[in-house]
């Protein structure tokens, strides 16, 4: 017969296997990029792919080294997070207000239901001339492309999230009669957090992207504007160079925006079972 395994050990060996499992998917996420780097290295040098237009990595990395030591990248990296921050910053505070404040009111919600499925699906991209034409080339056209793609993703969660109360709580308030920004705070809010906790993380990918859009399409000051003009120009791998760190900080983003999650919703259980698997 086996000897039966003492109490503790079960509970021991769990942290041991967790991290045993984190550690392999970060072996073999470092192993599919290494097999991109060298694809991406090899078949310019085979002739697979013409290096005019796609040149071998190497020569992306020491066009990278090469911009990050000037002042000018690091001017236009601080740009696009600038333009990034205020458009999701304006976009959450919209979106909460208007969410909560519509989500409330059966009324509004019924009134405005169609209009927002119809507004909604309109690429941001489509408003790029009404913006350059209220604007001109700015950072103010950039940030109306960015608020208005981000606005949707934070509106439709937090009305999920004021649907999602429970009628005995608002009945119960409403019985008691607190105020409507008590009821906001003490009932809505609660349910609601993680809710808008999902629309921050959606948004901030969101708004990312068409940072870079506006800049590379509008000309506004930051990355996108790099990549444009490294491109008209014929600085291919320069070019290539930007489009990594705008990767890299897409990568940047999307753990902030978990890590947000993690922080304000560690007591949710969604989060007790992800951070226990």
């Known amino acids: 017969m086996t000897a039966a395994s003492p109490p503790g050990t079960t509970a021991a060996l769990a942290p041991r296997r967790r991290s045993r499992r984190r550690g392999g998917k970060a072996a073999l996420g470092l192993l599919g990029i290494a097999l991109v780097v060298a694809l991406l290295e090899v078949l310019p040098r085979v002739g697979v792919v013409d290096r005019r237009f796609l040149p071998p990595f190497s020569e992306m990395f020491s066009a990278l080294v090469a911009r990050v030591q000037t002042p000018e990248f690091w001017t236009a ?138 800049e590379l399409i509008i000309g506004t000051p930051g990355l996108g504007k790099l990549v444009a003009v490294a491109q008209q120009s014929g600085a291919v791998a320069s070019m290539y160079a930007l489009v990594i760190v705008t990767g890299l900080l897409g990568i940047a983003v999307n753990l902030f925006a978990r890590l947000v999650e993690r922080r304000v919703l560690r007591w949710h259980p969604s989060i007790r079972r992800e951070t226990s698997s």
């Open 77 to 214: 990296f601080g740009d696009t997070l600038t333009t990034w921050a205020i458009g999701l910053a304006i976009a959450m505070l919209a979106g909460i207000v208007v969410g909560i404040v519509v989500g409330s009111v059966p009324l509004l919600r019924d009134a405005t239901a169609s209009t927002i499925e119809f507004l909604r699906p309109i690429p941001s991209v489509a408003l790029i001339p009404l913006a350059v034409l209220q604007y001109g080339t700015g950072m103010r056209s950039t940030l109306l492309l960015v608020v208005y793609a981000a606005f949707w993703q934070v509106l439709v969660q937090v009305l999920y999230g004021v649907q999602d109360v429970d009628p005995v709580a608002r009945d119960t308030a409403r019985t008691y009669r607190f105020r409507p920004l008590t009821q906001a705070r003490t009932v809505i809010w609660p349910t609601a957090l993680p809710y808008v906790v999902t629309g921050f993380r959606l948004a901030a990918s969101v708004a990312l992207i068409l940072t870079v859009t506006g």
